[in-house]
């Protein structure tokens, strides 16, 4: 159904609706044209924060019975216009869903805008954490699960998408609904992308913590013995960190100029839980050989979940938060990362890839829309820059159009927070979801048949079979 765009007079109305300001001055328009890859743009008609359920019902119904577009927008962290309204579409910012709720022993209910540190504030005390968190607790948790969520415990338990216990969900009749797994509408919003609702709830599950984290820092100058050392440590760790940092060994003569180029070296650093007795490397056995122990250290669970904190402080204080953000991230088999790494580091340019994360993932557990290549175990392969200047972007975009033409063709499957690229085929989304795209245009024609949620990366004409 072709959409319309919001105009002055469906603004006024819902304001009277409301009794509620919705933005549509420049400056306000402005803020919200971008995302943090700053790499695509597109300039909502009118942006909306609404402080209350009810608030949120009002405008979306109003804007399925007008067949208005919106744009459900956490904290615009994503990459690739995710969060970016098309042409005339609605923002609908959900800043001022983020309290955190009551909890039990298994589960704790948050606002979907809540931080993942600001549900980490609450379960501490009570020695409970989500079974994944993030690198950066600052995403917001519905956000999160309407991608997937990767972080140091992926390995063990998949993506925190795998372990909501429940949701609420605005629909785009303005009804509310609190689904649970036996619900299609649950399965269609985690990994969703905004498309079938507004998460306003999530029940996010906990599991009991050590009160204590001791980590080793390996340091591997041979790929083949980090990948083993990595395989072992995936019996016994409770959270892998896994990359690949290059050292320059200078400037290659090539035909389109001299080109900085690299060693590499491979970095494990695993982390255990403890009370009392932390573990020690000789308790893995003779097999693990890293070419040095760099680092031991033990410290609380706490300072352990927020490590990433000082690191995304000095990119916003030193500048790097404004620059753009080609991220790359492509979720790929074990076979795959043993065939194309070598090849990934050789060539891509240093200026783009500073260093290349691997996380190791456990597909075990169902998890939405979210999508990997298919195997019970995969990596992600992930390029997170601190940010390029312009004129290293085009660079950087066609290092990413090259990776995706080698992983995707041996099935790897793109997570969907990176930057995909500008101008995807007509069935790039059937190719991403598979024997899935079925289900996901279904549920899409069920939830919401007017199409009115949707973004410049993915908007309702990619449901039309
Ligand atoms: C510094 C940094 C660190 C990161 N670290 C990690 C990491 O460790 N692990 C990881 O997996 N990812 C990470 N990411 C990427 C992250 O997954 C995405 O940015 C993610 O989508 C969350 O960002 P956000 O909360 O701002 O959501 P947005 O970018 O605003 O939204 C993301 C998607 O979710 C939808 N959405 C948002 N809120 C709702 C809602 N209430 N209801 C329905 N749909 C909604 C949006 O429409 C959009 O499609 C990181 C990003 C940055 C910038």
Redesign the pocket.
């Known amino acids: 159904m072709p959409l319309s765009p919001w105009t002055a007079h469906h603004i006024e109305h819902c304001e009277q609706q409301t009794g509620l300001k919705i933005l549509s001055d420049e400056h306000s328009l402005g803020l919200f044209s971008v995302?943090?890859g700053g790499l695509a743009y597109s300039k909502p008609a009118a942006v909306f924060s609404p402080p209350t359920t009810q608030a949120l019902q009002h405008v979306i119904t109003y804007a399925d019975e007008n067949c208005l577009p919106v744009?459900?927008?956490?904290?615009?962290?994503?990459?690739s216009g995710?969060?970016l309204p098309i042409a005339g579409g609605l923002t609908l910012r959900?800043n001022l869903?983020d309290a955190v709720h009551e909890q039990n022993d298994s589960f704790i209910w948050v606002d979907?805008?809540a931080s993942w540190s600001a549900l980490l504030a609450a379960t501490l005390k009570e020695s409970r954490v989500p079974f994944v968190t993030?690198?950066?607790l600052?995403?917001?948790i519905?956000?999160?699960i309407?991608?997937?969520?990767?972080?140091a415990a992926s390995f063990k338990h998949g993506?925190?998408a795998s372990h909501v216990h429940a949701l609420e969900?605005a629909t785009a009749n303005g009804e509310i609904q609190q689904v649970d797994a036996t619900s299609p509408l649950f399965r269609a919003?985690l990994g969703?992308?905004?498309?079938f609702?507004?998460?306003?709830k999530v029940a996010v599950q906990l599991r009991p913590c050590g009160r204590q984290v001791r980590t080793f820092f390996l340091s591997y100058t041979d790929r083949e013995q980090w990948l083993k050392d990595l395989a072992v440590f995936k019996h016994h760790a409770d959270f892998i960190e896994a990359f690949c940092s290059p050292a320059l060994a200078g400037a290659k003569v090539t035909a389109t100029g001299r080109q900085p180029f690299a060693e590499w070296l491979f970095s494990l650093q695993v982390s255990f839980e403890y009370d009392s007795l932390p573990p020690e490397l000789t308790n893995f056995g003779n097999d693990i050989k890293p070419w040095k122990v760099s680092h031991c250290q033990d410290e609380t669970m706490e300072s352990y979940l927020f490590r990433?904190e000082p690191r995304?402080q000095a990119?916003k204080t030193s500048g790097q938060w404004e620059l753009q953000?080609p991220?790359y991230e492509c979720l790929v088999t074990h076979d795959v990362v043993v065939s194309e790494l070598d090849y990934l580091l050789r060539s891509l340019p240093l200026y783009f890839a500073t260093m290349v994360h691997l996380v190791p993932i456990s597909g075990r557990q169902p998890a939405g829309f979210f999508m990997g290549p298919g195997h019970a175990d995969f990596f992600s392969v992930m390029i997170?820059n601190p940010g390029v200047p312009h004129a290293l972007v085009p660079g950087c975009l066609e290092a990413i159009r090259k990776m995706d033409e080698r992983l995707l063709a041996k099935g790897g499957k793109r997570?969907?927070?990176?930057f995909l690229g500008s101008d995807l085929s007509p069935n790039y989304w059937a190719a991403h979801f598979g024997t899935d795209y079925t289900a996901w245009s279904t549920l899409k024609r069920r939830y919401d048949p007017k199409g009115i949620?949707c973004?410049i990366?993915?908007n309702h004409n990619m449901t039309e079979e």
């Not at 309407?146 to 972080?151: E, H, R, T």
């Not at 609702?197 to 306003?200: D, H, L, M, P, Y």
């Open positions: 995302d943090f744009t459900v927008r956490a904290n615009g962290l994503s990459q995710q969060s959900m869903f979907a805008n993030p690198y950066n600052n995403l917001s519905a956000g999160l309407s991608v997937g969520g990767v972080g993506v925190a969900v919003c969703g992308q905004g498309q609702g507004v998460i306003t990433h995304i990119m953000h991220w997170l997570y969907l927070s990176g949620f973004s990366l993915c």
